[in-house]
């Protein structure tokens, strides 16, 4: 069986969450930054995009 995911969360959306976390020291990046870089700060606060694969893991690999 395959499995799909949803579309990837878009930046604005990504970022209006990650602005209700970040610290004032990411303030900056979180406000400007682009695709990768709102994926990095992300990390940082255990945010990730919804609908997006993590890099590394493809359908039907996990973790362990």
Do not use: C, I, W
């Not at 949803?6 to 400007?32: G, I, M, Q």
């Amino acid at each position: 069986m395959k499995e799909f995911m949803s579309d990837p969360e878009p930046d604005s959306l990504f970022r209006a969450r990650l602005l209700r976390v970040v610290d004032r020291k990411d303030l900056h990046v979180t406000l400007f930054g682009l695709g990768d870089q709102l994926d990095n700060v992300g990390r940082r606060y255990d945010r990730f995009r919804t609908g997006v694969p993590l890099k590394g893991l493809g359908a039907g690999q996990s973790r362990t």
